[in-house]
């Protein structure tokens, strides 16, 4: 008979049990969860229009979901040209993986549903974010609909326009003075009060990201892609995909893992220059901001994915950045400059050979541009 699920620290193979809720070890250590079996195409419930149809492979769930239909994003072949690749490479195609086409505009909404919906099946009411960007839209969001109080920390600095969505969601935001280290510190402090339901912390949150690698394996004929590009801050995607893909390896439904390749801003870039043998530096602002995370809490686990898979990581300039967001725009496609970095990193590999143009290169792209709507009017030099 297998083991419960249960909570693990990975780096000590120390396991608790899933009730009571918690959202770290004892010593604030990370946590992911025990092995959960993958599940054949046969258990997919091919009714249901949301991430849910994978619910097999995922924590057992009491009770309804909170689900809004997030996943089920398109997976759109479209040509990189422009001044991203050079002539010779020019019309390489890439599958764009939209996942901004979620009901709060971003990818973490694929968490949001998860995580909620366990915690408020283990009799969560309320729950505690910090974050002044997606992450915490994608919590007040989902608290909304599933009946839950939320309350968003965000720095004081935080301009008004990127908590309008969390306000509008009725969740309470408190303006912290200070960094964005000393907003993360005082969520810490406020965990003894309200649960702490970070995106950034709680492993539930991971078997939600863990669903992009279920639906690009069925989007893909139930194989797997040769190489997945995505933007990288704290890295819940990556390891999101790494989870999927060694579920599926394990179940016999794929035969080798996708490659996968970490982008994230030289000005902030710890665990691609980790992964790079690169010392590190000293992070400064950049236009990929929703990647600006300056001490990632699973870096080591995130290293272990890239590694395993045989991926990588790529460091994008801010040129580099600005002219993917622009290149992408003007082909239809309206990104924020931290997403957009997953398409300047498919041009950097595919001109370093690392990948190759008749490979399934799938680029995922994981926030709206309406939500960088300051940065990209500065981008095309215009007012708002």
């Known amino acids: 008979m297998p083991e419960p699920l249960a909570y693990l620290d990975p780096r000590t193979g120390r396991t608790w049990p899933l009730d009571p809720p918690r959202w770290c070890g004892d010593q604030q250590e990370p946590l992911l969860l025990t092995d959960i079996p ?14 849910w149809r994978y619910r097999a492979a995922l924590p057992p769930l009491a009770g309804d979901p909170i689900t809004l239909g997030e996943g089920c994003t398109p ?9 991203l690749l050079p002539r010779a490479l020019a019309g390489a195609t890439a599958l764009l993986k939209c996942e901004w086409l ?7 909404d694929r968490g949001a549903s998860v995580m909620l919906s366990l915690l408020r099946a283990q009799g969560v009411e309320a729950v505690l974010e910090d974050s002044s960007g997606n992450g915490g839209a994608a919590i007040a969001t989902y608290a909304a609909a599933g009946g839950m109080r939320a309350k968003i ?4 600095s935080t301009s008004p326009a990127k908590t309008v969505q969390s306000r509008a969601a009725g969740a309470e935001i408190e ?9 993360a510190d005082a969520a810490l402090r406020e965990a003894a009060n309200i649960f702490y339901a970070s995106h950034n912390w709680h492993p539930f949150f991971l078997q939600g990201t863990k669903t992009l690698a279920y639906e690009l394996w069925e989007d893909l004929g139930f194989q797997p892609p040769d190489n997945v590009i995505v933007p990288c801050g704290a890295g819940s995607n990556v390891l999101g995909c790494g989870i999927g893909f060694h579920e599926l390896l394990a179940a016999g439904q794929i035969e080798r893992l996708p490659r996968i390749f970490a982008a994230q801003p030289a000005q902030c870039a710890p665990i691609a220059r980790e992964f790079l043998g690169l010392e590190p530096i000293a992070p400064q602002p950049t236009i990929a901001e929703g990647t600006a995370i300056a001490q990632p809490l699973r ?3 995130c290293l272990g994915v890239l590694r395993q898979s045989q991926g990588g990581a790529v460091m994008l300039t801010e040129a580099e950045i600005a002219g993917a967001t622009r290149e992408l725009a003007r082909n239809g496609i309206y990104v924020e400059p931290t997403s957009a970095q997953a398409a300047a990193a498919f041009a950097k590999l595919l001109q370093a050979g690392t990948i190759s143009p008749e490979q399934r290169n799938v680029v995922v792209l994981t926030g709206s541009g309406l939500k960088a709507t300051p940065r990209i009017a500065e981008l095309l030099g215009v007012a708002l």
């Open 38 to 51: 993958g599940l054949t195409p046969e258990r997919i419930e091919r009714g249901t229009r949301s991430l």
């Open 75 to 83: 997976l759109v072949p479209r040509e990189i040209a422009g001044d």
């Open 102 to 108: 979620m009901p709060s505009g971003s990818f973490k």
């Open 153 to 156: 920390m965000v720095p004081a």
């Open 175 to 183: 303006l912290v003075p200070g960094s964005r280290q000393d907003c």
């Open 299 to 301: 870096l080591r686990e």
